[in-house]
T-cell receptor
Framework: AQSVTQLGSHVSVSEGALVLLRCNYS??????LFWYVQYPNQGLQLLLK??????LVKGINGFEAEFKKSETSFHLTKPSAHMSDAAEYFC???????????FGPGTSLSVIP | EAGVTQFPSHSVIEKGQTVTLRCDPI?????LYWYRRVMGKEIKFLLH????????ESGMPNNRFLAERTGGTYSTLKVQPAELEDSGVYFC????????????????FGPGTRLLVL
């Protein structure tokens, strides 16, 4: 069965530092991959998605992720953290176009002033 | 364009009572999904509607949960009777269909309903 793992349930970075949130998927066929963010007391918002084509995907708020098939990874990065980036981040996968979303366990990001 | 809306935002009920959650998808979206996140665990799929038909209900935990989507518009998820382990956040999502070739339609999520069963 397909699964999504995220290394680190909680990550803390200093304001202005690099943000790196790790995600790996387990599938014989690469799925479609997503990153969602949930800000406090809000719903899930799509940050970015990978379907086909370019493996480096740019999203909103300065985030980007790179699909690496050889490593079955889809890590999320941002060069410089802002206080407003504090939220919970979910890596997710979809096997086919209208299939259910398989979520990773989530990583809570804290940004230290 | 309005996003996915869910009602209520919070619900506190006692064990054995009935609760009905409502989801209004983005207008024109044929696909509607329900997910939930129980405390400390992952967000899990419950079921998928295409218009008014249940496409996949493999994630429904038991027969205490009943989902409907009358007329292919809004959907309700009823829990009867509620148990303590049903506490969590229930998310609804919708997507267009049929989609563009070459990739999945993005699922747009609502803010969730936070259910607490005492």
């Amino acid at each position: 069965a397909q699964s999504v793992t995220q290394l680190g349930s909680h990550v803390s970075v200093s304001e202005g530092a690099l943000v790196l949130l790790r995600c790996n998927y387990s599938s014989s066929v690469p799925p479609y991959l997503f990153w969602y963010v949930q800000y406090p007391n809000q719903g899930l918002q799509l940050l970015l998605k990978y379907t086909t084509g370019a493996t480096l995907v740019k999203g909103i708020n300065g985030f980007e992720a790179e699909f690496k098939k050889s490593e079955t990874s889809f890590h999320l990065t941002k060069p410089s953290a802002h206080m407003s980036d504090a939220a919970e981040y979910f890596c997710a996968a979809v096997k086919t176009s209208y299939d259910k979303v398989i979520f990773g366990p989530g990583t809570s990001l804290s940004v230290i002033p | 364009e309005a996003g996915v809306t869910q009602f209520p935002s919070h619900s506190v009920i006692e064990k054995g009572q009935t609760v009905t959650l409502r989801c209004d998808p983005i207008s024109g979206h044929d696909n509607l999904y329900w997910y939930r996140r129980v405390m400390g665990k992952e967000i899990k799929f419950l079921l998928h509607f295409v218009k008014e038909s249940k496409q996949d209900e493999s994630g429904m935990p038991n027969n205490r949960f009943l989902a409907e989507r009358t007329g292919g518009t809004y959907s309700t998820l009823k829990v009867q009777p509620a148990e303590l382990e049903d506490s969590g956040v229930y998310f609804c999502a919708s997507s267009q269909g049929p989609g563009l070739a070459g990739g999945p339609e993005t699922q747009y999520f609502g803010p969730g309903t936070r259910l607490l069963v005492l």
